[in-house]
């Protein structure tokens, strides 16, 4: 499959502070989807991308998808402790079924 | 509005024992379905996938197996566990179309093979 660099591996916050990770690939696709998992649960999407630099905001979340059609990022902003858990990227191209790939996971721990 | 159930939510078998894990979906109709596993701290490794019933491709050479016996069932299945087949596996689905659409994820069943 196809593999997308996503960054940081982990991140250690205060609360308060906003919170910034991006995902990479070398190939192009048309959706970039962000979801967070939390402990024994199945993520959950939080926000979905559909054009070369659309802006898109979810309360205090807010991901892009990148003009060059390769990256997306995420930014939530005044991180609480209930923002804790793994979010995870997934880019979707448009041929065939098996066509979502995900990153690897931004681990993100909120200090109160 | 769709939902989607998969069971059980934990699971401990022993080396060697059949393996038999569950996903429904509600609300729609000719779902493409996913299941994925996901080591510990690991990202999303997709295993199999099915299009419409009866209908299975496999991602990756395993000891497991998958079945679409109806429209919104989807079952992964082992003859044989072993310990590397243990994990925190996850049933997706998304609407039937080739591309632009979300997935959408089962609870998970935590699988510890012993």
């Known amino acids: 499959g196809q593999q997308l660099n996503q960054s940081p591996q982990s991140m250690f916050i205060q609360e308060g502070e906003d919170v910034s990770m991006n995902c990479t690939s070398s190939?192009?696709?048309?959706?970039w989807l962000w979801y967070k998992q939390e402990p024994g649960e199945g993520p959950v999407l939080l926000i979905a991308?559909?054009?070369?630099?659309e802006l898109t905001s979810n309360g205090r979340l807010t991901a892009q998808f990148g003009i060059t059609r390769k990256d997306s990022f995420l930014n939530i902003s005044a991180s609480i402790p209930s923002d804790v858990g793994i979010y995870f990227c997934?880019?979707?191209?448009?041929?065939?079924?098996?066509?979502?790939?995900f990153g690897t996971g931004t681990r993100l721990t909120v200090i109160p | 509005s769709q939902t989607i159930h998969q069971w059980p939510a934990t699971l401990v078998q022993p080396v060697g024992s059949p393996l038999s894990l569950e996903c429904t979906v509600e609300?729609?109709?000719?779902?493409?379905l996913y299941w994925y596993r996901q080591a510990a701290g690991r990202g999303l490794q997709l295993l199999f996938y099915?299009?419409?019933?009866?209908?299975i491709s496999s991602e990756v050479p395993q000891n497991l197996s998958a079945s679409r016996p109806q429209d919104r069932q989807f079952i992964l299945s082992s003859k044989k566990l072993l310990l590397s087949d243990s994990g925190f596996y996850l049933c997706?689905?998304?609407?039937?179309?080739?591309?632009?659409?979300?997935?959408?994820f089962g609870q998970g069943t935590r699988l510890t093979v012993v």
């Open positions: 997934a880019g979707q191209t448009q041929t065939g079924a098996n066509n979502l790939f």
């Open positions: 190939s192009i696709f048309n959706t």
């Open positions: 609300g729609t109709s000719n779902p493409n």
């Open positions: 099915s299009v419409g019933i009866g209908q």
């Open positions: 997706a689905w998304s609407k039937g179309s080739w591309y632009g659409t979300e997935a959408f």
């Open positions: 991308l559909y054009k070369a630099g």
